[in-house]
């Protein structure tokens, strides 16, 4: 299974930038899939959670300028990020809760990172 994201790249504060994360492999099962960002020098903070059947959830830092969603029939979570700000710089992450096959458990795989660096 692999997670790669991809949408990142440098903008201007004020800004859009729809990140995307395809998910590949050996996928009998997606459930939770989610997105985090990692500023410079800070821990990961989760932003926001979609389930399968697209319930959404936001956590403060993802709430008012984010919106994720997700296209089960790609295998692909988005997440929309409008009114960017200097803060909003460093690397995004997503994850998602997979099942590999009808008996085996659900595992959280990781993608490598999207880099978003927004400029005064």
């Known amino acids: 299974v692999q997670l790669v994201e991809s949408g990142g790249g440098k903008v201007q504060a004020g800004g859009s930038l729809r990140l995307s994360c395809v998910a590949s492999g050996d996928l009998y099962s997606i459930e939770d899939m989610r997105w985090y960002h990692q500023a410079p020098g800070k821990q990961r903070e989760l932003l926001a959670t979609?389930?399968?059947?697209?319930?959404?959830h936001y956590e403060d830092s993802g709430k008012g300028r984010f919106s994720i969603s997700r296209d089960n029939a790609q295998n692909t979570v988005y997440l929309q990020m409008n009114s960017l700000e200097l803060e909003d710089t460093g690397v995004y992450y997503c994850?998602?809760?997979?099942?590999?096959?009808?008996?085996?458990?659900?595992?959280?795989?990781w993608g490598q990172g999207t880099q978003v660096t927004v400029s005064a």
């Open positions: 994850d998602a809760d997979i099942s590999r096959g009808r008996l085996l458990p659900l595992l959280r795989y």
């Open positions: 979609i389930t399968s059947s697209g319930t959404t």
